[in-house]
Structures are given as structure tokens and as C-alpha cells.
């Protein structure tokens, strides 16, 4: 199973962290980067369960930030749930 998703993913929020306005939405975004990092290279890939508490944050985090920052999160969004695809389960 590839996880470049979860590699792109981890690109796009460190990208996303860099254009945020807020403090805090830019130490929540980078913090999901690493962590997309780590689940790209960890032994066992992340499951369904996971990658939607990724995605609740991260949809939390994009609703109060500008626009490059939104479509980041969005295009990360889109890699998380290709990478879903691929997941057996739900």
C-alpha cells in the first residue's frame, strides 16, 4: 500500500502552516504535518478511525483561515481520502 497521500498530506499542511495568520493555526497545522510525516513512514499505516479525527481537526482549523490556507487543507483533505480508498473497513 503506497503512502505518498500521506506524504503529500504532510507537505501540504507544512505549506499551509507557513500561509496561516494565526499563531495558533500555524503550530496546529505544522503539528499535523509531522504527524502525517510519521504516518507515512511508521510500520503500520493509520486507520479509518485516525485519519478522521485528522480530518475533523484539520476542517476545524481551515474553517477561520484565509484562502491559501483553506485550499491547502482542502487538497490535503482530498489526499487523506484517497488514501481512505485504499484502507479496507468503512
Keep these: 500500500m503506497s503512502r505518498d497521500e500521506l506524504e503529500r ?6 505549506d499551509a502552516s507557513a500561509a496561516a495568520d494565526d499563531d495558533e493555526a500555524r503550530e496546529r497545522l505544522y503539528d499535523q504535518s509531522d504527524q ?3 504516518l507515512a513512514t ?3 499505516g493509520p ?3 485516525r485519519l478522521a ?3 475533523r481537526i484539520l476542517d476545524e482549523i481551515g474553517d ?3 484562502d491559501e490556507v483553506r485550499t491547502a487543507i482542502d ?3 482530498a489526499e487523506i481520502r484517497s488514501y481512505r480508498e485504499t484502507l ?3
Design 88 to 90: 479496507e473497513g468503512v
Design 47 to 49: 486507520d479509518h478511525g
Design 75 to 77: 487538497d490535503a483533505l
Design 9 to 14: 498530506v504532510s507537505e501540504l499542511l507544512r
Design 36 to 38: 502525517f510525516a510519521d
Design 53 to 55: 479525527r485528522h480530518e
Design 64 to 66: 477561520d483561515e484565509n
Design 42 to 44: 511508521a510500520d503500520r
